[in-house]
């Protein structure tokens, strides 16, 4: 153990080392519990799945998550329940999710530049206002938006769901990508500086090919929580034509006084799909994410 | 300048000695263009701070003295909107029901997330599979999918009650139309949800230095003691940094009370959430001057349960040396 403290990098004593493990009770024991609390955490969401596979008068007999009676019939009801079709509401989430994305990744790291590379007076203090905004509740800044949105008669439009996602305001990925852009060697924005780079090529050029994995974790997380935000889309957009996903699907559960589980099932089944999609394909960054900023 | 302009930039990035010709060239560049430089960097920023963040509050604080309905121009009443406030039943109730909600909830959320990323930490097989399957509610817990789900599986006739039936309970309640449950059944909502906190309390754990460990155990430490007098110390920052943003997440649920109430807040407020009486107000009966004062009410709330937050850390939080 001592040659091993003696030899090892500093950073290595801070690592687990396989020796804690020797005295704990048995393996099988915590896997059990693991899987058995997984199960548990699943169930609801499998049990949708089934559903969304039976007959809506066999979803209130079964408890079950093979379906006695399968049907396809769900999916091409729910899809044409409503006023317009379901595609054409993945449509309009579409066009907020892209726009949103693409502000995000644009506006958020050219203001996470300034913050980690430039200099500017009142810098810390502007540093300060803007993790501040971070903890600042949507609820708080609805009516004056509001307000504002309707007197450039942009209700029932896309621009108050993106227009804000284009001035940065969402903090989190600022500070994201400012402790990411301070990880990266100072020296290369020398060298590139060196050779003639101004701020804008070194930002353009250098810094964010470097920063993709913090820009990948900006537009995943963007993706999920736009495709799932529910109060701002309820609020500026009440013109069933430009209805997102969830905003419909909650007509759903609203506007019948008998709700059709079948259908609902299989559209909530839609809704969610591109989020289990991207969390498949995005697992690692979405790790990071959280474990460096604490996003949800 | 030009001369050095003429050299290879190969040449130059490797041949020159730092502080030479090209340095002080740009140098001089930087000054040139300098100072506008950051402010174009954050110009989006600003016009965010001024329009969408920033400059809305400070329209909120004036808004909460006016009478406004969105028609004509705002009327000033003073301090009536919180004179009506405190005056105001639904208020309170949506007060009660926040913290209830807040207080039962996050602590529940934090235990199981604490639980599962001590048991994750033991580098047992497939970690990153259970990481993933617990995290993932987290992800679409306050989607509308998932409320709608929820109503369905606490309804009176839903998964549970079935489930109930089945081991012999002759009349389970309706638990999301019963005054007495609805509001538990968004409780265990938002503890379903305790994947987001569970990782980062394994990033934490990762950084406990396994000696410290070795040390207690020599010392003739059990598991419990170890738990108690080396873990919980060592990992308070981040049990600290989760309260504070698990607290502010419960504090703006929305979605989930909209759909399970179908709006209302019902049955009988029991699930009328602060924010869901907000939006009744403003945009239910487009009274902006009061849901201005609500807005306001909610800042500070937040605020303040945010700097008492950070003021109890300074006496249970440990941050080594």
Redesign the interface.
């Known amino acids: 153990m001592a040659t091993d403290l003696t030899v090892a990098p500093p950073v290595a004593a801070t690592e687990k080392l396989p020796d804690r493990k020797k005295k704990q009770r048995p393996r099988w024991l915590a896997h059990i519990v693991l899987i058995l609390g997984a199960l548990l955490m699943l169930y609801p969401l499998l049990w949708m799945l089934s559903s969304s596979f039976k007959f809506t008068e066999d979803i209130f007999s079964q408890t079950g998550l093979i379906p006695e009676r399968v049907t396809t019939e769900n999916y091409p009801d729910g899809w044409t329940a409503l006023p317009r079709d379901f595609g054409h509401y993945i449509w309009n989430s579409l066009v907020i999710v892209v726009g949103s994305i693409i502000g995000n990744l644009l506006a958020c790291s050219a203001a996470a530049y300034a913050f980690a590379r430039l200099d500017f007076r009142f810098k810390k203090f502007w540093f300060a206002v803007m993790l501040g905004t971070m903890m600042l509740p949507i609820h708080v800044v609805i009516v004056p938006q509001y307000i504002l949105f309707a007197e450039l008669d942009w209700i029932n439009t896309y621009w108050p769901l993106i227009v804000p996602k284009l001035l940065a305001t969402d903090g989190f990925f600022i500070f994201l990508m400012v402790q990411f852009i301070r990880g990266i060697p100072l020296e290369l924005d020398e060298a590139a500086r060196i050779d003639g780079c101004g701020h804008f090529a070194i930002f353009w050029r250098i810094v964010i090919p470097l920063s993709v994995p913090a820009l990948a974790t900006t537009a995943i997380f963007t993706f999920i929580w736009t495709w799932n935000d529910f109060f701002s889309q309820l609020i500026f957009l009440t013109d069933p034509e430009m209805y997102t996903v969830p905003v419909a699907l909650r007509t759903f559960v609203d506007a019948t006084s008998q709700t059709p589980w079948g259908p609902v099932f299989a559209m909530s089944i839609v809704a969610l799909a591109p989020v289990f999609g991207f969390f498949l394909a995005g697992q690692r960054y979405l790790v990071r994410g959280i474990a460096t900023t604490g996003l949800k | 300048m030009s001369s050095t ?1 003429d050299v290879p ?1 190969r040449e ?2 490797h041949g ?1 000695a730092p502080g030479g010709a ?2 002080a060239a ?1 140098r001089a ?1 930087r000054r040139r ?1 300098g ?1 506008l ?3 174009l ?2 110009a ?2 600003f ?3 001024l ?7 400070a ?2 604080a004036y ?1 909460s003295f006016t009478d406004y309905s ?1 028609i004509g121009a705002p009327e000033w009443i003073g301090l009536d909107n919180f004179q009506r406030m405190f005056d105001d039943p639904r208020f309170y109730q949506s007060l009660k029901v926040t913290f209830i909600y807040v207080v039962v909830s996050v602590p529940i959320q934090l235990a199981f997330a604490l639980f ?1 990323a001590m ?2 930490d ?5 970690l ?1 599979l ?11 817990g ?5 409320a ?2 929820w ?3 606490f309804g009176s ?3 549970l009650n ?2 109930l039936r ?1 081991v012999g309970f002759e009349n389970p309640p309706g638990w999301v139309s019963d005054p007495d449950y609805a509001l538990g059944t968004l409780i265990i909502l938002n503890v ?2 305790f994947g ?1 906190p569970m ?2 309390f ?2 934490g754990l ?2 406990i ?3 410290y ?2 040390a207690a ?1 020599l010392d003739g430490a059990g598991k419990v003691r170890q738990f108690v007098q080396v873990t919980l110390p060592l990992l308070s920052p981040i049990i600290f ?2 309260l504070v ?1 698990q607290t ?2 419960a ?2 649920t ?2 989930q009370a ?2 399970v109430s ?2 209302t807040g019902g049955p009988a407020d029991s699930t009328l959430f602060y ?1 869901l009486y ?2 009744q107000r ?2 239910g009966n487009f009274d ?1 001057g009061y ?2 004062a609500l ?2 009410f ?2 500070l709330i ?2 303040g349960l ?1 700097a008492i937050n950070f003021i109890a850390a300074k006496y249970w939080v440990f941050y080594g040396d």
């Not at chain 2, 259970?130 to 679409?140: A, E, K, V």
């Not at chain 2, 306050?142 to 998932?146: E, L, R």
């Open positions: 302009l930039p130059r990035s020159e090209s340095r740009s560049r263009s100072w430089t950051p402010y960097f954050l989006p920023w016009a965010g701070l329009f969408i963040t920033a400059g809305p509050i329209a909120s808004l969105l599962l048991i994750l033991r580098g047992l097989r497939g990153a259970y990481r993933s399957i617990y995290y993932l509610p987290s992800l679409i306050g989607s509308v999918a998932i709608i789900l109503r369905q599986i006739d839903g998964l079935q489930v089945f379903w949800t987001a990782v980062i394994l990033a990762r950084q230095p396994t000696m460990y070795e155990s940094f989760n943003l502010i997440n504090f703006q929305f979605t909209f759909i179908g709006g924010t907000l939006y403003g945009f902006m849901a201005s807005a306001w909610l800042l937040v605020g945010t």
